[in-house]
């Protein structure tokens, strides 16, 4: 199964977001990789890297980030891996959270997982 | 000429500087930013100079390379990232290097400003710190020829810091500055001058 990270400046966001997620997909591979090590807002090299290896398998790893530093130190740990599959995705964290646990745990691949987080940024939300 | 004795110095100034200028850096960081900016670097540079015993009598580029995974590992916010790439693309130009020139040091620097550009996707007149970085680099290759290496490095100090008071004129389209659109202009960028900060503790040393 294809595993999640989800990269937040805040341990509560990644760890809400991934709860929502689990809760639509409980067997999803999901670790939540926010803030700093002392509880802090900000983005840690190392907690993502061993958020990624965590949830890795051969089936690859899909990533979502908040904003700014999220991506910048995500994209340093993708340079840093060996190994490992790991993509980075393009949408927003509670619903691409949602949708990636949902494609993942059907079994859909790394690519698939990819297209749903990006697909759940341009659903309308107001649909009236 | 700058032996890696001098370098391991180096960063102790740089760590002092960063330490002393702690508040004034989240000072600027707190109209425009998240106001972290100077306390997340005094973490990084702690980091570095308590890693300076792992550092004694390797080569330049072993040091660098060591000083920005630090940075990579401790800073926390955006200048992690940046300044971590820095120093590791200048470390990529210094394997094996025991002595730097100033044509070494200039070919550093230019690794470092490349690799910003690219890790920040970003460029100049953005109110980032490449705005005192590129005019910094661009003043010192104008002056290399007959210059002395105080005159080159003294031309790109009054550049950077030219380029900090010019990201007061700029509307910030980078970084957490940039959710505040117009609100942004006549803030000056912490990171321009986080980099200036450094930068003069490299020109005091060897200038």
Redesign the interface.
């Known amino acids: 199964m294809v595993g999640i990270v989800i990269v937040s400046h805040s341990q509560k966001v990644a760890e809400g977001a991934m709860e929502l997620a689990l809760q639509m997909a409980a067997d999803a591979r999901i670790a939540a990789a926010g803030g700093l090590p002392d509880g802090g807002i900000g983005t840690d090299f190392q907690k993502i890297l061993e958020a990624v290896e965590r949830v890795a398998s051969e089936d690859g790893v899909v990533i979502l980030f908040d904003m700014g530093s999220a991506l910048m130190t995500t994209e340093m740990v993708l340079e840093s891996l060996e190994g490992i599959n790991a993509a980075i995705a393009d949408g927003p964290i509670v619903e691409g959270a949602i949708a990636a646990a949902v494609s993942a745990s059907i079994g859909l691949g790394q690519q698939a997982v990819l297209e749903a987080v990006r697909q759940a940024g341009t659903e309308p939300k107001l649909l009236s | 000429m700058a032996t890696t004795a001098d370098l391991l110095a180096l960063l102790e100034d740089m760590n002092a500087i960063i330490q002393e200028n702690k508040n004034y850096l989240t000072e600027l960081d707190m109209p425009i930013g998240?106001s972290?900016h100077g306390i997340?670097l005094a973490r990084g540079f702690q980091a570095v100079v308590d890693k300076l015993p792992a550092m004694e009598g390797k080569d330049a580029g072993f040091i660098l390379k060591t000083v920005g995974m630090t940075l990579?590992?401790t800073?926390?916010?955006?200048s992690?990232?940046?300044y971590?790439?820095a120093f590791m693309k200048a470390a990529a130009t210094a394997n094996g290097k025991t002595e730097i020139s100033q044509e070494d040091f200039l070919s550093m620097l230019t690794a470092a400003v490349d690799g910003v550009k690219l890790?920040?996707k970003a460029t100049t007149g953005e109110q980032t710190m490449l705005d005192a970085m590129v005019p910094a680099l661009e003043a010192m290759r104008a002056k290399t020829g007959d210059a002395s290496p105080s005159e080159v490095l003294s031309a790109g100090l009054a550049a950077a810091e030219d380029g900090v008071e010019r990201t007061k004129d700029m509307i910030a389209t980078k970084?957490?500055a940039s959710y505040l659109g117009e609100r942004s202009l006549g803030h000056q960028d912490p990171g321009a001058t986080s980099f200036t900060l450094l930068f003069s503790t490299i020109v005091k040393r060897f200038g």
């Open positions: 998240d972290d997340n990579v590992s800073v926390g916010g955006a992690g990232p940046l971590g790439t890790r920040g970084g957490r």
